[in-house]
């Protein structure tokens, strides 16, 4: 299934602002579901983790109508990097015990987001290509 830019970087935008306001406000249910206990240490990070996301999300909110350019191939670059880094790291945290099986969705859907996100990309650069 080809993904445009658009509808990727719109599911990012949304999939960003829910994840932003579930570990901004309720960061103990996505550490229940990780399996990893609430602290005031882990409540601390899980917020400026929110704002990271709020962010992210209004960068590729507002970036859905860019045509392909440099700034939208960094934007999805580093992007992708930081998908498929935290998939790696997810994993390694359930390998070594540090986080429960709850934390295989999240290394799902970062995975899943890192490869859309590079189809997206060679599409618009194949796409580019043929109408030069």
């Known amino acids: 299934m080809q993904l445009r830019f658009k509808t990727l970087a719109l ?4 999939l960003c602002f829910a994840l932003a306001l579930t570990w901004g406000v309720r960061p103990e249910w996505m550490l229940w579901l990780w399996s990893v206990e609430y602290s005031s240490a882990t409540g601390l990070v899980a917020r400026r983790n929110a704002a990271l996301l709020l962010a992210i999300g209004v960068m590729f909110y507002r970036a859905r109508h860019a045509p392909p350019s440099a700034t939208r191939r960094a934007m999805t670059g580093g992007f992708i990097v930081g998908c498929l880094i935290l998939a790696v790291l997810g994993f ?3 390998i070594n015990g540090n986080a429960g099986p709850g934390i295989l969705l999240a290394m799902a859907t970062e995975t899943v987001l890192g490869l859309a996100f590079i189809q997206a990309h060679r599409s618009s650069v194949t796409q580019t290509q043929a109408s030069t």
Do not use: C, I
Request: charged share 15%; net charge negative.
């Open 11 to 14: 599911l990012t935008a949304w």
């Open 92 to 94: 390694g945290e359930w």
